[in-house]
């Protein structure tokens, strides 16, 4: 399943029924509106992962709403061919637009590069060939697995969520106290090295920096 919402709006209920049940099939979660003004109601209450969007509606137009909508991929699924139209939508925000009548692979096919390229990475920092997943605390360089102690990654999570900062002992040490408590001025020094270490191990690349009489910095 894909666990991604998704609105029509289209004042065409076969049109609506149709995709509503091509969706479905490819388990997308649906949502349906029939005008423009419909539209808006329904984002007051609900936010879908995409909009497919009509531009000839009742009331407001697709037009008209299309830069009231900021935030959610919309693809544009209109009778209107001219290239005029297709430009002036992607230039006020549409992220695609596709003609009908359509192929519905080819829109499956659309819908599914909006919503990879939407999709967050919430649970992941990356920096140069590091990345660090939030979600079960584990750390790769290069795909390869490292092993830190709880100090070493609330130490590499500060750096990590600080890319271009040089952070000074102290905001270190504030940062990573809820993480770990067993870190004090007189070990970061220690904990510090012993991280530099195991990640240049993997591919002999330091990156982290000392700046001398401030603290620390990543480097690519």
Known sequence: MQNKTILIVDDDINIGNMLETLLGKNGYSTLRAYSGSEALLVLQNHTPDLILLDLMLPGLNGEEILPKIKDIPIIVVSAKI?????????????????????DTNELLARICVQLRKNTP????????????????????????????????????????????????????????????????ESSLRTHIGNLRTKLRNINGKDYIEAVWGIGYKLKS
């Not at 549409?94 to 009908?100: M, P, R, S, V």
């Not at 939030?134 to 750390?139: G, P, Q």
Request: with cysteine; proline share 4%.
């Open 121 to 184: 990475k919430a649970n992941t920092l990356e920096f140069d060939d590091i990345t660090l997943d939030k979600s079960d605390r584990s750390v790769r360089v290069n795909d390869t697995f490292v092993k830190l102690t709880k100090t070493e990654y609330a130490i590499l999570f500060t750096l990590m969520q600080n890319p271009k900062r040089v952070l000074s002992k102290d905001f270190i040490l504030m940062q990573i106290e809820d993480m770990t408590p067993d870190c004090e």
């Open 82 to 102: 001219g290239i005029d139209t297709k430009v002036d939508m992607l230039m006020q925000g549409a992220a695609d637009y596709i003609t009908k009548p359509f």
